[in-house]
């Protein structure tokens, strides 16, 4: 079974194979973790994240889908990008999106054989997903994707509200 472990912290700082961007779809910068990441990986990442968008149908990354570059200056192998759902009333498929995004991130993890990968909690600030809800999906996703190759994740909140949301989602899944 997967280590979990729950923090609160920086995900740009954390020594593991990949962390995950809540990204937009333009997968270009943005704000919040996305423009943290941005800013601290540098115009390398940049530059990457460019010519990735180049190749992609309308010059822009699909909600729920994982795309993978390079990490320029922080201290992990790659950054998996992948834009997370804006949500509307939770009947538009915002669940299923969300889950898509942490599935496709932890497929992106496997088929280059990381074995410790970093999520923040996505699509819960400004595309208004409610916090308790993306954490259960979030939980529920890593619980039962197949990992091999990945033997770690933490979900990196960025206060211990979040933190605390997070550990009682994952809390309450042990217990069913």
């Known amino acids: 079974?997967?280590?979990?472990?729950?923090?609160?912290?920086?995900?740009?700082?954390?020594?593991?194979?990949?962390?995950?961007?809540?990204?937009?779809?333009?997968?270009?910068?943005?704000?919040?973790?996305?423009?943290?990441?941005?800013?601290?990986?540098?115009?390398?990442?940049?530059?990457?994240?460019?010519?990735?968008?180049?190749?992609?149908?309308?010059?822009?990354?699909?909600?729920?889908?994982?795309?993978?570059?390079?990490?320029?200056?922080?201290?992990?192998?790659?950054?998996?990008?992948?834009?997370?759902?804006?949500?509307?009333?939770?009947?538009?498929?915002?669940?299923?999106?969300?889950?898509?995004?942490?599935a496709n991130s932890l497929r992106l993890a496997e088929e280059r054989q990381c074995k410790s990968i970093a999520f923040p909690c996505i699509s819960t600030g400004v595309y208004g997903y409610p916090k308790a809800e993306a954490a259960t999906v979030a939980c529920t996703t890593v619980m039962q994707f197949p990992c091999h190759a990945v033997e770690k994740v933490i979900f990196c909140c960025f206060s211990q509200g979040d933190t605390a949301i997070v550990k009682r989602a994952w809390e309450a899944l042990q217990t069913k």
């Open 1 to 102: 079974m997967v280590e979990v472990e729950i923090i609160t912290g920086d995900i740009t700082t954390l020594k593991v194979d990949a962390i995950v961007n809540a990204a937009n779809c333009g997968l270009l910068g943005g704000g919040g973790v996305d423009g943290a990441i941005h800013a601290a990986a540098g115009k390398a990442l940049f530059d990457e994240c460019w010519q990735l968008v180049q190749g992609l149908p309308n010059g822009r990354g699909e909600t729920g889908q994982a795309y993978a570059t390079g990490a320029g200056r922080l201290p992990c192998r790659f950054v998996f990008h992948t834009p997370g759902p804006v949500y509307v009333d939770g009947h538009h498929g915002e669940a299923k999106l969300l889950a898509a995004c942490y």
